[in-house]
């Protein structure tokens, strides 16, 4: 079975500091993927980033980045320089890897709340 | 403007009471699911469908059942709703075509309550 573990439930930072949401997974599977959606106060559900288990690349979008590691079933997401518009709900989630791939297993969720 | 529909936005109703939460995606996607979001337990998925007429249970689907006549629609209905059923649910879509590693399209969520 899938799991996904998003061990910290609130994470509270200051406008401008740097913040890492950690995710740890744990799927059978020698194939699959990893996702992170933000869900600001406004409610809807966003994708930022996917990332398949070939490729352990970190990856940079602005201040956004993400660091995969298979070694220790991470798949961690730091914020630099963090903004109030950074304030929300970060779930990191898991799928399958085949085109009958039905499944998909959510982290609980980190709330982030970025204070001016 | 691609988009999944999800209809009504709140809903209150009462123990017993069937109802139907219409969703509806204009992405010509072959997958849709549904979720159920409750604090501290992350988003879980109720059901999903691969393709017209294909549907499978995914973590929680006790309470509640879909179907797939049309492509673009994959109604959720709970025949008799309990107040544990009170939840914000999305239904989400994507192509087939990468299998798990499309990403999915959300719509904007259904806050249910059922007194």
């Known amino acids: 079975a899938q799991k996904v573990t998003q061990a910290q439930t609130e994470i509270s930072v200051v406008e401008k500091e740097d913040v890492t949401l950690d995710c740890v997974y744990e799927?059978?599977?020698?194939?699959?993927?990893l996702f992170w959606y933000k869900q600001p106060p406004s409610g809807e559900l966003v994708f930022l980033i996917r990332?398949?288990?070939?490729?352990?690349q970190n990856e940079i979008s602005g201040r956004y980045s993400w660091n995969f590691q298979k070694s220790t079933s991470s798949f961690n997401f730091t914020i630099t320089a963090s903004q109030v518009v950074d304030s929300a709900v970060y779930f990191c989630?898991?799928?399958?890897?085949?085109?009958?791939?039905?499944?998909?297993?959510f982290g609980d969720g980190t709330t982030l709340t970025v204070k001016p | 403007e691609a988009q999944v529909t999800q209809n009504p936005r709140y809903l209150i109703t009462v123990t017993g009471k069937k109802l139907t939460v219409t969703c509806s995606q204009n992405?010509?996607?072959?997958?849709m699911s549904w979720y159920r979001q409750d604090p501290g337990l992350g988003l879980r998925q109720i059901y999903y469908?691969?393709?017209?007429?294909?549907?499978d249970k995914g973590d929680v689907p006790e309470g509640y059942k879909v179907s797939r006549k049309e492509k673009r629609n994959f109604p959720l209905i709970l025949e008799s709703p309990s107040p544990n059923q009170t939840s914000l649910y999305f239904c989400?879509?994507?192509?087939?075509?990468?299998?798990?590693?499309?990403?999915?399209?959300f719509g904007s969520g259904t806050q249910l309550s059922v007194l």
């Open positions: 469908s691969m393709n017209v007429e294909v549907t």
């Open positions: 992405m010509n996607h072959e997958y």
């Open positions: 989630a898991l799928s399958e890897d085949n085109t009958n791939a039905g499944k998909s297993t």
């Open positions: 799927t059978r599977d020698t194939t699959y993927y």
């Open positions: 989400a879509s994507r192509t087939r075509l990468g299998g798990g590693g499309e990403k999915l399209f």
């Open positions: 990332r398949n288990s070939f490729d352990e």
